[in-house]
């Protein structure tokens, strides 16, 4: 079942924006009495028939609702350096969303290359991974902070700050825990600096490690996901 997004759809008319109308009938070839799901991104996830299917008048018929007060589960908040490349942060975005985070800030560390992120370009994708992940919640996309302010900021008590460099550290997969919301740090092509890693665990942030491999950052960012998602389900993680 092919989805959309309308962000009005609790309270707006039962027609779908010309943008998504558009899609679906024109690319998807869908026609009055297909089904198709519809979200919100605001935890409302509603399948629905197709009434009338004109593009600029796509008129839809809810069947079923499903809404959720809050994203189900603990939040997840990757902390992640742009990089230079920025079709590589685009991918990180893109499958992050489709592997449920819920928070994304792009984190300005010191051995950032390329400070920029065109937020409105990522919002699309982001909206088009929540919709190919059939999720109800869009995750938020926060604008670029720099390292020292976001670390000094109230955040969840599971907190991690994932490095390359030749000291203690732990493993993430095994410090996750479930039902625990966590916010993961990770750094720039360059890595963190030690400062940086010092002044993360002064604010109470746990060095960890991902394995023995040295990673991409994006990789580690969905690493990160994976390790976080996994832990989710205890009884998957027991039988290993």
Same mark, same amino acid.
């Given at each position: ?10 309270? *707006? ?10 899609? *679906?009938?024109?690319? !998807? %070839? ?15 996830? =509603? ?7 004109? =593009? ?16 189900? *589960? ?6 992640? $350096? ?25 984190? !300005?560390?010191?051995?950032?290359? %390329? ?5 409105? %370009? ?5 909206? $088009?991974?929540?919709?190919? $992940? ?16 976001? =670390? ?37 092509? *360059? ?16 060095? =960890? ?6 990673? %991409? ?24």
């Amino acid at each position: 079942m092919h989805v959309f997004y309308y962000p009005d759809l609790i309270n *707006g008319p039962p027609v779908l924006p010309e943008t998504e109308a558009r899609h *679906g009938i024109k690319v !998807l %070839r869908l026609r009055r009495g297909n089904l198709i799901g519809i979200t919100d991104g605001h935890g409302t996830f =509603v399948k629905a028939e197709i009434v009338d299917d004109e =593009v600029q008048n796509c008129v839809f018929r809810i069947i079923e609702q499903h809404t959720d007060a809050r994203p189900v *589960g603990p939040i997840l908040h990757i902390a992640v $350096s742009p990089l230079q490349q920025q079709e590589r942060f685009e991918w990180f975005v893109e499958k992050a969303t489709e592997l449920g985070v819920n928070i994304i800030t792009p984190l !300005l560390c010191e051995r950032t290359v %390329r400070p920029g992120v065109r937020t409105d %370009r990522m919002q699309k994708i982001i909206i $088009s991974a929540m919709k190919q $992940s059939a999720r109800a919640w869009l995750p938020m996309l926060n604008e670029p902070v720099p390292f020292s302010e976001f =670390v000094s900021r109230n955040l969840p008590m599971q907190r991690f700050i994932a490095h390359c460099m030749e000291e203690r550290k732990e493993d993430l997969f095994t410090s996750l825990e479930a039902g625990k919301d966590t916010v993961i740090l990770i750094g720039p092509e *360059g890595d963190f600096t030690l400062s940086e890693v010092q002044y993360a665990m002064e604010h109470l942030f746990l060095p =960890v490690s991902m394995g023995s491999a040295r990673l %991409r950052t994006e990789t580690a960012g969905i690493a990160a996901c994976c390790m976080f998602q996994f832990v989710q389900t205890p009884a998957t993680k027991s039988a290993i």
